[in-house]
Every structure is written in structure tokens, then in C-alpha cells.
């Protein structure tokens, strides 16, 4: 052992705690040297490290570079590099910032890398943890025949392309006092296997804890707080708010736990967060016709409203932005409300009708202060109406919906169906079609026209229900003709009533 490990070792051992943290590594990534490596062979330059047998381990830095850092760090400046070959193995190893606490999990982790990674055996290379540190003055395997490593690693699909760093690592329960951890082979290769090179960086050895920190309380209901258990080694995280995520996102006061299953063993804490000054002023707001509205703040303080005003309510009196500071102690929250102001919606769609045989009435309804519909999906805002019925519409606005309703009402005169007694079809615009017409409450079904033989002429039963005068198109003589309505009757709360009315016309040129 030379006096550079000696040194190295108590540097560690003497560590104090503010300086030791969570990680037992000193200088997992070896970026720490006594002096800079600038040939093959020298562990022993990096802080911490030495090589526990006679062989040569080597380490490389970005203060001298050369060929032989064949690829950049997992991170940093620096990284190692083990040989291995039959009956030839390399390792490195360092003590760690303090001894490892019986029953105490603790997850081991590093990045490994080679330039011939088919040649990589699974199962051969890990981490053996010890009281004492692994010394031996032969260049055979180490520790082969003695207690097996802690972490080894079986992945059979390890190391799948040339020069890509993978993370190594497992975790390991403590019998107690383990202070050295030897990295490197520990099985015997197969002649037939060839040697290999292989890069090591980024070593770190973690207790296997869950601390979400002490129960904390947070200024103004606004802010958040990022929960992160930072678990080293774990697999899966349950939280009671059922998200399964790393790290968990606060934003309400309340208990927080959360579940950490690691391969060792499965963690829980609890969190609880408060929230000091935790007003609301309420969501932005409409009002109605000038209602009157306070502004109140629960919590005890120190208030300024946005006009300097220093109650903990405020009278709103107008449409507009209105904002509260709250200073208790060394905590300030604010918040702002928006105040809108609309006058309530107004309809009127006029008193109701009675109309009488082909009489229409237009609605024309007188709105403000709102969006109006009519509520039978009628489009437009004004209607022609020729029938009986009752006619309902809406206005809204953020307020509130008012309704109102006309009735139409034909059935007080009584609604008869009316014709001219001639007609004269000499094409001059006028009187030139005969067409029988009656009130909204009445429907035709179907119009025939007879000559005086009874001999049927001209029949239709949809639109228009007019005779232009032609029979097989052509023109009838002037003469006495009968003809014959049928049509149906609305009746107001009763079921439509078919009717049927004929009389005698004049065609005449």
C-alpha cells in the first residue's frame, strides 16, 4: 500500500458529515487526480482509487487527452479502464465516504462500456463490498474462490453495441461496517473467450431511502410545491392521489404519501402541506342590474386593495378588476376578481289576436339585452302567421333567460272557405286563374272542377289549388261550371275536422 492510497483513504474516512451526503462514492466519477494521467496504468492518480492487485488499471483524462479515451465520458472529464482476458483480470477499487449500516439497503450503480461488447460474459463483472480493503501481489482473478460480489450483473442483453454507455448496478443489504468496494471480474473466463477492454464512469453507491422532507407550509393558495422522493434503485412509485409519476405536482393543502418499491425493499412516507394566507376572492363574475357586491377576505393580515383601501372587505359598486394584497408575517398573497356588469333581458312579443278568415298578423317582438330565439327553432325574428296557435321565444345573456308567448286565435269569427263566383283565363293578369282561398285554420286536400254534365275536368290535390281554365290544355268555353273543396279544420284543442265545400263559377272571355 504507497502513501498515496494512505492519504486518499483517511481524506475519506475524515470526511465530516455536511460533506459526506448521500452519496458514498468520493469521487465516483473520477474527475478528482493527485496528478494528470498522461500514460496507461495509472488508478492510483485518481483521488480515492487504487488497484487492489498487480495489475494495470488504467485512467484517463481530459487533462492530458489521448488516443486511448476511445469515447467521451459518461459525464465529466474522466473515466477508468479495466482489462480482462483468461487468468488475467483488472479491478479498481475505493474505500467509500463512511462504513455501510447494518440492514441498511443500498443501491449500486455504474456505466459501462467496451469497444467489443459481443465478447462481454454475463454474469462476470459487478461489485464486492468489504470491511477491509481486497490487497493481493498476484495478477490472478480476484476473489474467485472467496465470498461471491454483492451486485453482479446477469443481463444476458448487457453491453448490445460498441461504445454505448449502459448503467450497471443492483442493490445490496449491509451486514454492517463494509467500508471498500472492489469493482471488477469475478469469474474465471473461458480461455476461448478472448480478452476485452472495458470503460467505467460514473460509479455511485446510495442508501436506498424515501424522505419527502418535513411537513411544509406554503404562501398563497397559488403556489405549488414539487413532491420528489428521489429513491435510488426504484422500479415503480404509488401515490394516494393515484399517480404513478416520479415526482408529484401540489397545488392544494392536504396529507401527500407515496409508495416506493425498490428491488431490495418497498418504501413509504408522508408529507403533510398547509397553505398559509389561503384566500380566494372568487371567480370573474357577472352581475345583474347593479346588484350589490362584497368582496371578502378570511384570513388575518395586513391588506391593501388596489385603490389603497385596508379592510379585509371592499364594496363593489362598478364593472371592473379588483385586486387584494395580504402581507402575515413574512408571507404576501394577492389575488383579483373581474366584475361585469349586465342588465337583465327584456321581451315583449305583444298582446294576442283573434283573426279571422285569411287575415295575417306579424309578430314583431321588441328585444334588448340578450340573444333572442324563437323556441320552435323558427329562424327569423320577425313571423307572418295565418293560424291558429301559441308562439313562444326566448332572450338570454349571462344574466338570465326571460320567456314570453302570443296567441293567435282564428275560431272566434269562424274560418270559412271563400271563392270568386267567375274568373276570365283571357291571359290580361287579371282574374285569370280560379283559386279558392280560406283562413290559416283551414288545409285543402284536394280541388275538382265539374262541367255541367257532372263530367270531372280538372282535379289536384296538392299546391296551388287553382284552375287556369284549360281542360287536356286546352281552353274551355265560357259556361256555368261546379266545383269542389275538400279540406280539414283546426280546432283548438280538439282533433282536426275534414270538411268539404262546392259551389257554381261563371268562365267567362
Not at 481524506?11 to 498522461?38: H, I, K, S, T, Y
Not at 476485452?196 to 403556489?223: A, E, H, M, Q, W
Not at 410545491?225 to 401540489?250: D, F, H, M, Q
Not at 282533433?495 to 261563371?506: G, H, I, M, N, Y
Request: glycine fraction near 8%; hydrophobic fraction near 35%; charged fraction near 20%.
Amino acid at each position: 500500500m504507497n502513501w498515496t492510497f494512505l492519504g486518499s483513504l483517511l481524506l475519506a474516512l475524515l470526511l465530516p458529515d455536511w460533506a459526506v451526503g448521500q452519496e458514498l462514492m468520493p469521487n465516483g466519477g473520477f474527475e478528482l487526480f493527485d496528478n494528470c494521467p498522461r500514460q496507461d496504468n495509472l488508478l492510483s492518480e485518481a483521488t480515492f482509487w487504487y488497484n487492489p492487485n498487480k495489475a494495470t488499471p488504467d485512467f484517463y483524462h481530459y487533462c492530458f487527452p489521448t488516443a486511448q479515451i476511445e469515447l467521451p465520458p459518461h459525464t465529466g472529464q474522466g473515466l477508468a479502464r479495466l482489462f480482462m482476458d483468461s487468468g488475467w483480470a483488472e479491478y479498481l477499487a475505493s474505500p467509500l465516504k463512511q462504513p455501510l449500516e447494518a440492514g441498511e439497503a443500498y443501491q449500486f450503480e455504474m456505466y459501462v462500456s467496451s469497444a467489443t461488447p459481443n465478447r462481454y460474459p454475463a454474469g462476470s463483472f459487478g461489485a464486492y463490498f468489504s470491511n477491509q480493503p481486497q490487497i493481493t501481489t498476484t495478477q490472478k482473478d480476484l476473489l474467485i474462490t472467496s465470498e461471491k460480489p454483492q451486485v453482479i450483473d446477469n443481463s444476458p442483453q448487457r453491453l448490445t453495441k460498441r461504445f454505448q454507455w449502459e448503467k450497471v448496478g443492483g442493490c445490496y443489504t449491509a451486514k454492517g461496517g463494509e467500508r471498500y468496494v472492489t469493482i471488477g471480474n469475478f469469474v474465471e473466463l473461458p480461455v476461448t473467450l478472448g480478452y476485452y477492454y472495458l470503460f467505467i464512469d460514473d460509479v455511485s453507491v446510495l442508501p436506498i431511502r424515501l424522505d419527502l422532507g418535513k411537513d411544509t407550509t406554503l404562501c398563497g393558495r397559488k403556489s405549488t410545491y414539487r413532491l420528489n422522493p428521489k429513491t435510488p434503485g426504484a422500479i415503480r412509485y404509488k401515490w394516494n392521489t393515484g399517480s404513478t409519476e416520479p415526482t408529484l405536482l401540489v397545488s392544494k393543502r392536504g396529507k401527500y404519501w407515496v409508495e416506493v418499491v425498490t428491488p431490495c425493499k418497498v418504501l413509504r412516507d408522508t408529507i403533510t402541506i398547509n397553505y398559509q394566507l389561503d384566500f380566494s376572492l372568487g371567480p370573474d363574475t357577472t352581475l345583474c342590474d347593479e346588484k350589490p357586491l362584497t368582496l371578502h377576505v378570511a384570513e388575518s393580515g395586513i391588506y391593501r386593495w388596489q385603490d389603497g383601501t385596508q379592510k379585509n372587505t371592499y364594496p363593489v359598486r362598478r364593472a371592473g378588476l379588483y385586486t387584494v394584497q395580504v402581507t402575515d408575517a413574512n408571507c404576501t398573497a394577492r389575488d383579483s376578481i373581474n366584475v361585469r356588469y349586465v342588465l337583465s333581458p327584456r321581451l315583449e312579443l305583444g298582446p294576442d289576436k283573434q283573426l279571422c278568415g285569411a287575415e295575417t298578423f306579424t309578430i314583431m317582438p321588441t328585444v334588448a339585452e340578450g340573444v333572442f330565439r324563437w323556441l320552435d327553432s323558427f329562424a327569423e325574428t320577425e313571423r307572418t302567421v295565418n293560424t291558429s296557435g301559441v308562439f313562444r321565444a326566448s332572450v338570454t345573456n349571462d344574466c338570465a333567460t326571460l320567456k314570453d308567448s302570443v296567441t293567435i286565435d282564428y275560431s272566434g269569427c269562424g274560418c270559412r272557405v271563400e271563392a270568386p263566383d267567375a274568373f276570365s283565363p283571357n291571359t290580361d293578369g287579371i282574374n285569370d286563374v280560379f283559386e279558392p282561398f280560406a283562413c290559416g285554420d283551414i288545409t285543402f286536400t284536394s280541388m275538382s272542377v265539374y262541367n255541367r254534365w257532372g263530367e270531372l275536368i280538372f282535379q289536384t290535390t296538392s299546391p296551388p289549388f287553382a284552375w287556369d281554365g284549360r281542360y287536356k290544355s286546352e281552353r274551355c268555353p265560357t259556361a256555368v261550371y261546379n266545383w269542389k273543396i275538400d279540406y280539414t279544420l283546426k280546432q283548438p284543442g280538439r282533433p282536426p275536422l275534414s270538411k268539404t265545400k262546392q259551389s257554381r263559377l261563371v268562365l267567362v272571355y
